[in-house]
T-cell receptor, first 109, second 115 residues
Framework: GQQVMQIPQYQHVQEGEDFTTYCNSS?????IQWYKQRPGGHPVFLIQ?????EVKKQKRLTFQFGEAKKNSSLHITATQTTDVGTYFC?????????FGKGTMLLVSP | NAGVTQTPKFQVLKTGQSMTLQCAQD?????MSWYRQDPGMGLRLIHY???????DQGEVPNGYNVSRSTTEDFPLRLLSAAPSQTSVYFC??????????????FGPGTRLTVT
């Protein structure tokens, strides 16, 4: 079945440093979604990328979808303590959404 | 709109007990799903439904039953609880899943411990 892999599993940065998480799918995706889960909370939708090579920005967050539509990345510029949480990518299959295992981001002030 | 609601928030069960986790949404979403989240394992799909009266199995369905008699409600039943079912359970809903998956709205979760 479809597999979605994310790296790194965990990253600890100092506030102000940049952060990137990478997502790779075993199959070509029609689109990819990104979610954020704060500690003790539930996943919250951030964005969906649909087009090959698409790049979208949300303030300090930059999302990219690969040309082959099999990989994606999320880059955070100048992290803040409010960025703490686990970031998940998710790719749709037939009637289901497969989540990566997530990247946990810790930010020290 | 309340969005997606789940009850209870916390539950402790003894091995062999049964219980139902409740999930409801008020967004008139056709697609609903149940995930479990375990440390280091991400979100794993248990069961899903593409509309009232239609359910199907996800990645980890064993030990769980679901039904979808209305658009709003999608309860998850644990038939005979086992310690391996200790987890955080999330219900999610989406407007549609035909062709292009739409964003999932998650409930606050139920933290279940089985002793």
């Amino acid at each position: 079945g479809q597999q979605v892999m994310q790296i790194p599993q965990y990253q600890h940065v100092q506030e102000g440093e940049d952060f990137t998480t990478y997502c790779n799918s075993s199959t070509t995706l029609s689109n990819i979604q990104w979610y954020k889960q704060r500690p003790g909370g539930h996943p919250v939708f951030l964005i969906q990328l649909v087009k090959s090579g698409e790049v979208k920005k949300q303030k300090r967050l930059t999302f990219q979808f690969g040309e082959a539509k099999k990989n994606s990345s999320l880059h955070i510029t100048a992290t803040q303590t409010t960025d703490v949480g686990t970031y998940f990518c998710a790719g749709p299959g037939y009637s289901t959404l497969t989540f990566g295992k997530g990247t946990m981001l810790l930010v020290s002030p | 709109n309340a969005g997606v609601t789940q009850t209870p928030k916390f539950q402790v069960l003894k091995t062999g007990q049964s219980m139902t986790l409740q999930c409801a949404q008020d967004m008139n979403h056709e697609y609903m799903s149940w995930y479990r989240q375990d440390p280091g394992m991400g979100l794993r799909l248990i069961h899903y439904s593409v509309g009232a009266g239609i359910t199907d199995q996800g990645e980890v369905p064993n030990g769980y039953n679901v039904s979808r008699s209305t658009t709003e409600d999608f309860p998850l039943r644990l038939l005979s609880a086992a310690p391996s079912q200790t987890s955080v359970y999330f219900c999610a809903s989406s407007g549609d899943f035909s062709g292009r998956a739409l964003e999932q709205y998650f409930g606050p979760g139920t933290r279940l411990t089985v002793t």
